[in-house]
């Protein structure tokens, strides 16, 4: 495939260290708080990432870590502990903070239909290995001692900004993030790969070390898992665009000057989610979450739907209604791929094959996942019988993993329930559009109407009003409709 390269500024062919295999790195969440639907954008594209290199044949192997400690509220050694944060903010043990969290990272992750990776390591689990690349980074001379934390010495770098072209200056940490610098540092760029002097006088994890009781900067972490899990060479190394500088740059110089070679060549960026006054961000207020989405009333698969209807190399801009659009889309979608017939004869391989070739043309394109969607509008209308069509869809969705196959086969069940008769309970016969979740709702209104408590059924009509659906009362019954 071609893939855009974030160290290079170009579009590369991919190309791996071993021939068919991709050594994969996923920066992974800090589990202080529940992640936000920007946050998962990211995950979803490098989901699709990982599923189309494996589409093509590779064989794939992804780590991801799990960032339960050292996670500053700056990205620059600056600010508060995140897991700290969230541990005060909930009086609970910071353990307790990352085992939830992290629980509840997983379950977003699993309505979204994202792969858990190979490996999934937090950091808490690996210190040993944290001290000894601290270590061997002291003993070749790139990392000093001061005030009692261990730094990383960015002035034995020949190259320390791989990412940008642009003005080295407005990126110096301290002037982007408004901190005050810290004195212990040789040059503004370095950055710690080992606290012993917190500020934070209820540091719940510490570990022993040659430099005293600490505990890991953020940075570290990602480059010593990789260099467990992956080896010591990396093909590909993914993250939101926001992990680009100064984190991905601190790894890189980590890595190399640990390893004393080229480390990892190829870079994946994911851009922002903005809303319309800006970048979303937990501190924001606009704090969307996939529960959210849920309790609204949207499948969070159509969230997946309108994340592959974009690039991830541009900032896509979420608002409701363009969820509605997205949602309404899917919805279409999985009715037009419930119309075909399965048992139509058998599949054509020859129409497979070539529409594979499609894909891998329009896809491997910079991961282009908004041409892999419009491929599943054109296997629908491809010249062949419906078998040939349903395998193809499904051949694409290994991919864009949006469960057509099984929400259409869900679909066309529902149907024949509801030709055969409407759902009925208690007496009250409910017609709409085969939407168990819809007909439940409607079913809770009439029994409602029917116990007098109208307060109830006004509310649960406002509901379903604001999902866009209207009911009909009817002698026989209730009727809805989408409109
Ligand atoms: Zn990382």
Not at 134 to 158: P, R
Request: proline content about 3%.
């Amino acid at each position: 495939m071609y893939l855009y390269n974030s160290a290079t500024h170009k579009k590369e062919l991919f190309t791996t260290h071993t021939p068919g295999r991709v050594e994969m790195y996923t920066c992974g969440p800090t589990v202080y708080h529940f992640a936000h639907i920007g946050n998962l954008r990211s995950y979803i594209m490098e989901d699709a990432l990982e599923k189309y290199l494996r589409y093509e044949g590779y064989d794939v192997n992804r780590v991801m870590n799990i960032t339960d400690v050292g996670h500053l509220s700056g990205d620059s050694d600056a600010g508060e502990d995140k897991m700290l944060m969230g541990a005060r903010r909930e009086h609970k043990s910071v353990m307790e903070i990352a085992q939830f969290y992290t629980d509840a990272f997983f379950d977003d992750c699993r309505k979204l239909n994202i792969k858990t990776p190979d490996t999934v390591q937090p950091a808490t689990g690996l210190i040993p290995e944290f001290i000894a690349m601290v270590q061997g980074l002291l003993d070749k001379g790139y990392a000093y001692l001061a005030g009692g934390n261990v730094y990383f010495d960015t002035s034995k770098l020949t190259r320390y900004h791989i990412f940008f072209d642009h003005d080295e200056e407005d990126l110096q940490v301290g002037v982007r993030e408004g901190v005050e610098e810290d004195t212990n540092k040789r040059n503004k760029n370095d950055f710690v790969l080992w606290f012993t002097k917190s500020k934070f006088e209820d540091q719940a994890l510490k570990w022993d070390s040659p430099w005293g009781v600490g505990y890991p900067g953020w940075h570290i972490e990602c480059s010593a898992i990789s260099l467990k899990y992956n080896g010591e060479y990396l093909d590909l190394h993914c993250g939101g665009i926001d992990n680009a500088f100064p984190h991905h740059t601190n790894e890189i110089a980590q890595s190399e000057s640990y390893l004393g070679h080229p480390w990892c060549p190829q870079w994946f960026h994911v851009h922002h989610l903005n809303t319309d006054s800006g970048k979303m961000s937990k501190s924001k207020g606009e704090f969307l979450t996939v529960s959210l989405l849920e309790e609204k009333g949207y499948d969070p698969l159509a969230y997946r739907f309108f994340c592959l209807q974009s690039h991830y190399r541009k900032a896509l801009v979420f608002s409701w209604e363009n969820l509605d659009n997205a949602a309404g889309a899917y919805r279409k979608l999985i009715a037009r791929i419930a119309a075909l017939k399965p048992d139509d004869g058998p599949v054509d391989g020859a129409v497979l094959e070539a529409a594979r070739q499609k894909f891998i043309k329009a896809v491997g394109n910079d991961l282009n996942t908004s041409l892999g969607v419009t491929a599943v509008y054109d296997a629908l209308k491809a010249d062949a019988n419906d078998a040939t069509r349903l395998a193809i869809i499904g051949d694409y969705d290994r991919v864009l993993s949006l469960s057509l196959l099984e929400k259409a086969a869900q679909k066309r069940e529902d149907d024949a329930r509801l030709s055969a008769g409407a759902s009925t309970s208690a007496g009250i016969t409910v017609t709409g559009e085969g939407d168990p979740a819809i007909d439940a709702l409607v079913l809770k209104r009439a029994e409602a109407k029917k116990a007098r408590n109208f307060a109830e059924a006004d509310r649960i009509r406002d509901e379903l009003r604001a999902q866009g659906v209207e009911l009909t009362d009817t002698p026989t019954g209730v009727v809805w409709k989408r409109v």
